[in-house]
Every structure is written in C-alpha cells, then in structure tokens.
C-alpha cells in the first residue's frame, strides 16, 4: 500500500485493487471510538474474537463479553481525554475472505495533541455481508 495517510475527518484514497470495504470497516471502527459507542465497536467484530495486550491474549466469545471490555477500554481513554482518533494503513493484504492489516494509532486530546500512539495488527475475515476483526494483535 502506498504511504498515503489517514486524516481524522476522512480516508486517504485506497490503491488500485484494495477493498474499500475493508477501509468502511476501520472507518466505522474509528468512528465507534470517536462516539464512545461500545455496540458499534462490538459490531466490527467477528465472534469469537481475540485481542492480544500487555503479552496476554483474551478471547471474547459473545459480544457481550466483550462489551465489558470496550467499556472498561472508554472510561481510561475519557480519563485520559481522548476525543478524536486516526489512524494510518503501514500494510494491508486481502485474499478472498480473509484479510491482514497493521495500522498506527494516534488518539488525541481536544486540543490535537497526542495522548496515545500505538500500533495493531488486525485479522479479518468477511462474513458475506462485512469484514469483521477476528483478532487484534497490539504491539506492546
């Protein structure tokens, strides 16, 4: 992929070739965090899902399950003050349903100024109807 970038307002244009799709789904999942909306995050996963953090993977085999995490997740980021988000594609592969991305994070304050930046690497598959994050790999 190219080394266009992400700005917080919208997507940079994807590459010849690259499912637009698939950038929906991190555009919605970036506005879920954005809106502090714990279902929308939970509904651009596929069940079960696995996040790997801190050196330890967790598997959430409803959405309820991880509900409680994306809530626990919303209530450090208000305290940190975290008010928009955007994100960068370092590389991306899709091979019909499944798919591989890395993204870098920057979260900022309301005053734009970075307050966490980190990177993930995602999983995917489409279900049919979307792609779904499988798993999340965060670097520590």
């Given at each position: ?8 307002d ?14 929906d ?54 305290k ?21 991305a ?39």
């Amino acid at each position: 992929m190219s080394e266009e970038h992400r700005e917080p307002d919208g997507l940079a244009e994807p590459d010849e070739g690259y499912d637009e799709e698939l950038l929906d789904l991190f555009d919605e999942y970036r506005e879920s965090f954005e809106d502090y909306d714990a279902e929308a995050v939970a509904d651009c996963f596929a069940y079960p899902a696995v996040i790997w953090q801190f050196g330890k993977g967790n598997v959430f085999q409803d959405e309820e399950e991880l509900l409680e995490n994306i809530e626990t997740l919303f209530a450090a980021l208000e305290k940190e003050g975290v008010v928009t988000s955007a994100f960068d594609i370092l590389s991306a592969h899709v091979e019909g349903d499944a798919a591989m991305a890395t993204l870098t994070w920057t979260q900022s304050d309301a005053d734009g100024e970075p307050v966490i930046e980190f990177t993930c690497h995602y999983h995917l598959i489409y279900d049919g109807d979307a792609w779904r994050i499988a798993m999340i790999v965060n670097e520590p």
